[in-house]
């Protein structure tokens, strides 16, 4: 019960963290011709409750396909494994840092002036064992469809920002499903390509190509023709490279 209770406490602490920093990240720059400490104040504070809504929606998403699944999931900052690091310092002789993502994110903040942004610096952990299911443990096909939910959880955030005619929601849950699919580390979006590739062109594919045909189409038909181009790149990529490769390595 105590471990239950101290897990609990570090994912809302983490929950908090990212929410900060991200507010941080996405504040930072209120684009206006003239700031004033009060309207950047202000400011501040309605992106903190956008991104707080935000990572609420993406965690959501992630806990209800957890809970499908029946395996325990916690929210986190992404960290650098230890490793990882030893694989650096011998291929690189440079140790990274444990919070790589977040320093990197805000520091890509300091030199851009807000006007670019990082946003991969959460995950999710999986207790991996299960004692209801058939198989004991969670499958890797299981973990991508996770990192899918909540990748839709930030679409559907990201349409009821635009329906609220709110740029800087939809500007959030633009840049943290982009940071949510980087196929790195433990970042979710390596959840997906480690389970499937050919997942992860499709996943990619169609989130990039409707974030960018949302901009001035409905969202049906940009839906529409972003899963119609997602369908046809990722044939293309498994004709051509993911089956290719089956065939060349059985001729040889």
Sequence with gaps: MKKESLKFSGEILDSLIVIILLTLIFAYNDRKDVTTLGSWLINLFRTFIIVAISIKALILGYKLAAKYYRVSLNFNLWKI???????????????????????????IT???????????????????????????????????????????????????????????????????????????????????????RTTYIFTASIAGIFLILIGFLSVKVALILALIAALILTLVYFRHIEYGKKIFSDRF
């Design 81 to 107: 494994q230890e490793s990882e690091k030893k694989i650096s310092l011998k291929a690189f002789h440079i140790p990274l840092p444990t919070y790589l993502g977040q320093i990197t994110a805000l520091i």
């Design 110 to 196: 300091l030199i851009t002036s807000g006007l670019q942004y990082l946003t991969a610096i959460s995950s999710f952990s999986l207790d991996t064992k299960r004692i209801d299911r058939k198989y004991k443990y969670i499958r890797d096909h299981e973990a991508s469809r996770i990192t899918i939910a909540g990748l839709l959880s930030s679409f559907i955030a990201l349409i009821f920002f635009m329906l609220l005619e709110s740029e800087t929601g939809v500007l959030v849950n633009t840049w943290i499903i982009i940071g949510n699919l980087i196929p790195f580390s433990t970042l979710p979006g390596n959840y997906i390509a480690m389970h499937s």
